[in-house]
């Protein structure tokens, strides 16, 4: 049973500075379930409601949700939601999952938590670490940092040479193959010339087996998208 309540989630959008300045890796709405955070949202917004109420404004209502439909900004709500405070929710969500990267990738998720468009990729890093990487984000609930973790490990693969990623899932462990598999999937892989897409046996097979048995929705893609080599010909340079 999960430990947030539907009573603790909310859906948050929308938000749009005055500048026009945005965060490049800002999703257009996400999931707060920290308790806390949530009663900190809740806190705000009633105050901009009794701030509006005092100063006679109409408060106006539609099936908006988690808000009862009331919106009136303040300092304060601003501060905490603007995707470019530093100590606003949006901020604590990329810099917890920052946090979270492998070692040799924290560098990289802290500069596009920062706000970086297009931040280098690091050396030497293996591709597997990408995979896991890529396999340990939860598909719910989305944050405001669900967007960064799934572009940013799939960006560090899209632009390798198909036969390194192959390598890579031959040395990938459970949590790689999870993350190898929504890669090979995903349009950073099928978008690929068909030379591109041609996989060894050995490589294929360890994807096609992963998505039978723990992701079932993505074996039909695999199996028409993933072509096959003549031969497993990858060797280790």
């Known amino acids: 049973m999960s430990p947030t309540s ?11 500075r005055a500048d026009g300045a945005r965060h490049p890796h800002h999703p257009s709405s996400y ?14 917004r009633e105050l901009g409601r009794a701030r509006a109420a005092a100063a006679g404004e ?27 405070s530093p100590d606003g929710i949006p901020a604590r969500h990329r810099a917890r999952w ?20 297009d931040p280098a990729a690091p050396r030497g890093v293996p591709l597997s670490v990408a995979f896991a990487w890529l396999g340990a984000v939860r598909e719910e609930p989305r944050d405001a940092a669900w967007l960064l973790a799934e572009r940013a490990p799939m960006r560090l693969l899209a632009g390798a ?39 060894p046996d050995t490589a294929r097979d360890l994807l096609l087996r992963h ?27």
């Not at 379930?33 to 949530?38: N, V």
């Not at 408060?59 to 601003?78: I, K, Q, V």
């Not at 998505?211 to 340079?237: F, G, N």
């Open 211 to 237: 998505a039978r048995s723990h992701r079932p929705a993505d074996l039909a893609v695999l199996q028409r998208r993933l072509l096959r080599t003549p031969q497993d010909r990858i060797r280790r340079s």
């Open 31 to 44: 999931e707060i379930t920290d308790p806390a955070e949530a009663d900190e949202v809740r806190a705000v």
């Open 58 to 84: 109409v408060l106006f209502t539609c099936a908006c949700g988690d808000d009862d439909g009331t919106r009136h900004p303040t300092p304060e709500s601003n501060r905490l939601l603007d995707p470019l």
């Open 6 to 16: 539907h009573t603790d989630r909310l859906v948050v959008g929308g938000f749009s």
């Open 98 to 117: 920052a946090a979270a990267a492998p070692g040799a990738l924290r560098e990289y998720a802290g500069a596009l938590a920062a706000g970086a468009e």
């Open 161 to 199: 040479d198909t036969a390194e990623l192959a390598w890579a899932v031959r040395e990938s462990d459970r949590a790689g193959l999870e993350g190898a598999v929504r890669f090979f999937a995903g349009e950073e892989f099928t978008s690929r010339h068909p030379k591109r897409r041609r996989v």
